[in-house]
Nanobody, 117 residues
Framework: QVQLVESGGGLVQAGGSLRLSCAASVIWSSLNAMGWYRQAPGKQRELVAQITRGGNTNYADSVKGRFTISRDNAKNAKNTLYLEMNSLNPEDTATYYC????????WGQGTQVTVSS
């Protein structure tokens, strides 16, 4: 069982920045990938950014150049995933979920990000 706890959401003005964190209850080597998803009201959950166990990253087109996903480098320690979000705009408003994939998907409880215009 993988437990994920997000933090760092909040209210920010357009153009501002936020940093999300996700503390995982397992070490990196037990996971294939971790990522951030978001879901806005009335919309489907979508991938924002993902990082594999090997360190490869993947971003949604809408956030490329603005968001950066990263993780702790300690291979054999319980790990933390980050999402640095810059140049935020109102379209980034959503609940952001941390995801971990091993043999199945695990999800955090979500953290709200609200960007005011």
């Amino acid at each position: 069982q993988v437990q994920l706890v997000e933090s760092g959401g909040g209210l920010v003005q357009a153009g501002g920045s936020l940093r999300l964190s996700c503390a995982a209850s397992v070490i990196w080597s037990s996971l294939n990938a971790m990522g951030w998803y978001r879901q806005a009201p009335g919309k489907q959950r979508e991938l924002v950014a993902q990082i594999t166990r090997g360190g490869n990253t993947n971003y949604a087109d809408s956030v490329k150049g603005r968001f950066t996903i990263s993780r702790d480098n300690a291979k054999n320690a319980k790990n933390t995933l980050y999402l640095e979000m810059n140049s935020l705009n109102p379209e980034d408003t959503a609940t952001y979920y941390c995801n971990a994939f091993s043999y199945c998907d695990y999800w955090g409880q979500g953290t709200q990000v609200t960007v005011s215009s």
